[in-house]
């Protein structure tokens, strides 16, 4: 499989995409072409590691991860990710489980399958790689649990302090020795520009070995296809009927894997878009104009994107609004109807759902009643309620319990280190941590 650049260069392999991240020309890469599936290829294919072995299978073409692919997949999809039934009474309704991961959100996915590759294609004792990863919430959090005790890798997190909820903090904070965790006096973009700098400081990079580990690696992407086609293929098998999506959307990351996923030939009929008050992608499928902004605060605050970094795969991939608009679906959710679906999917579901699912449930209810009963709709919950209980439980009054996973991470102890916004403070705290390796370089 070769890579290309969204904006020409290349190509290159599977471990060059995952190593440098991002295209020497400033591009993101894609897999060019896309491998085409049908049903029948996945005819053995029946757990979620069987569909993730056949479906990533082609991008590992000519990588030396090839023959590693059977455990990479073991290590990544270590959790359940199941599709429940809701009560509907109007037309065919789904949940797509994404939480059950150790940080309870779907970004462990990306993160695991990051780790795993990352570990065997530069991981190294002696001179361990260094991930520095500037963390708004939920990204950091599953970074670090990954990279948790790997071998030959280290991680440097930094959040914003009194930023981020209190189980956030703590889920960014009980790692080992080898995850760094720096509590920032400072923004979430002064957080980004110190690991920018770092990044740009040649003696330090030398030093540590450093790589980023953000939303923009191709391999926090390809494996999320995966839940996408096993979810099709599951309801498909019992159904005969294609599936639709209806998926909370930020950056882009996760509705583009899925997506990439009904290229690729899986059994998916609609994809819709569901974003917060941030209004960016909506508005460009409306008016045609590409216009980045100033993320707005909202109470999806991991969906908080004002400037979609994967739109530049998406237009790449697909064309641009006139043909977009055709092809997918797209609604913004704003807070008051956030907090007003938490409440109404509490009370006709008989469970609580996080901020960012129910721009999906609120999605969903606000289909025209045709389209609704039409296809079979499957919605995607991207976290657990519990990690968000401050927004959720005043909601529906009542507690939301904490899931075995999330319960693991709080009882860990905490050890973060306050820091100022400086590059220097940064720089000491790394000494101190890892003084006594990786001096060679
Ligand atoms: C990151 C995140 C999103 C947004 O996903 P994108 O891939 O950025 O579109 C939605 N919900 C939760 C809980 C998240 O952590």
């Given at each position: 499989?070769?890579?290309?650049?969204?904006?020409?260069?290349?190509?290159?392999?599977?471990?060059?995409?995952?190593?440098?991240?991002?295209?020497?020309?400033?591009?993101?890469f894609?897999?060019?072409?896309?491998?085409?599936?049908?049903?029948?290829?996945?005819?053995e294919?029946?757990?979620?590691?069987a569909?993730?072995?056949?479906?990533?299978?082609p991008?590992?073409?000519?990588?030396?991860?090839?023959?590693?692919?059977?455990?990479?997949?073991?290590?990544?999809?270590?959790?359940?990710?199941?599709?429940?039934?809701?009560?509907?009474?109007?037309?065919?309704?789904?949940?797509?489980?994404?939480y059950?991961?150790?940080?309870?959100?779907?970004?462990?996915?990306?993160?695991?399958?990051?780790?795993?590759?990352?570990?065997?294609?530069?991981?190294?004792?002696?001179?361990?790689?260094?991930?520095?990863?500037?963390?708004?919430?939920?990204?950091?959090g599953?970074?670090?649990?990954?990279?948790?005790?790997?071998?030959?890798?280290?991680?440097?997190?930094?959040?914003?302090?009194?930023?981020?909820?209190?189980?956030q903090?703590?889920?960014?904070?009980?790692?080992?020795?080898?995850?760094?965790?720096?509590?920032?006096?400072?923004?979430?973009?002064?957080?980004?520009?110190?690991?920018?700098?770092?990044?740009?400081?040649?003696?330090?990079?030398?030093?540590?070995?450093?790589?980023?580990?953000?939303?923009?690696?191709?391999?926090?992407?390809?494996?999320?296809?995966?839940?996408?086609?096993?979810?099709?293929l599951?309801?498909?098998?019992?159904?005969?009927?294609?599936?639709?999506?209806?998926?909370?959307?930020?950056n882009l990351?996760?509705?583009?894997?899925?997506?990439?996923?009904?290229?690729?030939?899986?059994?998916?009929e609609?994809?819709?878009?569901?974003?917060?008050?941030?209004?960016?992608?909506?508005?460009?499928?409306?008016?045609?104009?590409?216009?980045?902004?100033?993320?707005?605060?909202?109470?999806?605050?991991?969906?908080?994107?004002?400037?979609?970094?994967?739109?530049?795969?998406?237009?790449?991939?697909?064309?641009?609004?006139?043909?977009?608009?055709?092809?997918?679906?797209?609604?913004?959710?704003p807070?008051?109807?956030?907090?007003?679906?938490?409440?109404?999917?509490?009370?006709?579901?008989?469970?609580?759902?996080?901020?960012?699912?129910?721009?999906?449930?609120?999605?969903?209810?606000?289909?025209?009643?045709?389209?609704?009963?039409?296809?079979?709709?499957?919605?995607?919950?991207?976290?657990?309620?519990?990690?968000?209980?401050?927004?959720?439980?005043?909601?529906?009054?009542?507690?939301?319990?904490?899931?075995?996973?999330?319960?693991?991470?709080?009882?860990?102890?905490?050890?973060?280190?306050?820091?100022?916004?400086?590059?220097e403070?940064?720089?000491?705290?790394?000494?101190t941590?890892?003084?006594?390796?990786?001096?060679?370089?």
């Amino acid at each position: 499989m070769e890579f290309f650049s969204t904006r020409g260069q290349g190509p290159v392999n599977l471990d060059e995409a995952l190593v440098r991240g991002i295209a020497g020309d400033g591009g993101l890469f894609m897999p060019t072409p896309m491998p085409a599936f049908s049903v029948s290829d996945f005819d053995e294919a029946q757990s979620l590691q069987a569909v993730a072995q056949t479906l990533l299978a082609p991008f590992f073409g000519g990588s030396s991860l090839e023959a590693d692919l059977g455990r990479i997949v073991e290590e990544t999809f270590s959790f359940p990710i199941p599709l429940t039934d809701l009560p509907s009474e109007t037309g065919t309704a789904r949940l797509l489980e994404l939480y059950h991961g150790p940080t309870a959100a779907f970004k462990d996915v990306g993160a695991r399958f990051l780790s795993a590759c990352m570990k065997r294609l530069e991981g190294d004792e002696a001179s361990p790689l260094t991930i520095l990863v500037a963390t708004s919430g939920d990204t950091g959090g599953a970074v670090a649990a990954a990279f948790d005790q790997q071998p030959g890798m280290r991680v440097v997190v930094l959040f914003p302090d009194g930023r981020v909820s209190e189980r956030q903090a703590h889920q960014l904070s009980c790692w080992s020795d080898n995850v760094l965790s720096l509590c920032v006096d400072g923004s979430f973009d002064e957080c980004q520009a110190m690991v920018k700098a770092a990044l740009a400081d040649e003696d330090l990079s030398a030093h540590y070995r450093f790589s980023s580990a953000n939303s923009i690696n191709i391999g926090r992407l390809l494996p999320q296809s995966t839940y996408y086609a096993y979810a099709s293929l599951q309801h498909f098998r019992e159904t005969g009927r294609k599936p639709s999506f209806i998926i909370p959307t930020g950056n882009l990351g996760n509705a583009l894997a899925c997506i990439m996923a009904r290229e690729m030939g899986l059994p998916i009929e609609s994809v819709i878009l569901a974003t917060n008050a941030n209004r960016t992608i909506p508005d460009y499928f409306e008016t045609l104009e590409w216009l980045p902004r100033a993320s707005l605060q909202t109470l999806a605050s991991a969906m908080d994107v004002g400037n979609p970094s994967n739109m530049e795969r998406l237009r790449s991939f697909l064309g641009e609004a006139d043909v977009l608009r055709t092809r997918l679906g797209v609604r913004s959710v704003p807070d008051d109807e956030i907090e007003e679906d938490i409440a109404i999917d509490y009370k006709d579901f008989d469970f609580a759902v996080c901020p960012h699912t129910a721009t999906a449930t609120r999605t969903w209810r606000e289909l025209d009643v045709a389209l609704r009963e039409g296809e079979d709709w499957i919605l995607v919950a991207t976290a657990h309620p519990a990690k968000f209980e401050t927004v959720v439980e005043p909601l529906i009054n009542d507690e939301v319990p904490l899931p075995p996973e999330l319960n693991a991470i709080l009882s860990r102890p905490k050890r973060a280190i306050s820091i100022p916004a400086t590059q220097e403070a940064m720089a000491a705290e790394m000494e101190t941590r890892f003084a006594g390796s990786g001096e060679q370089h």
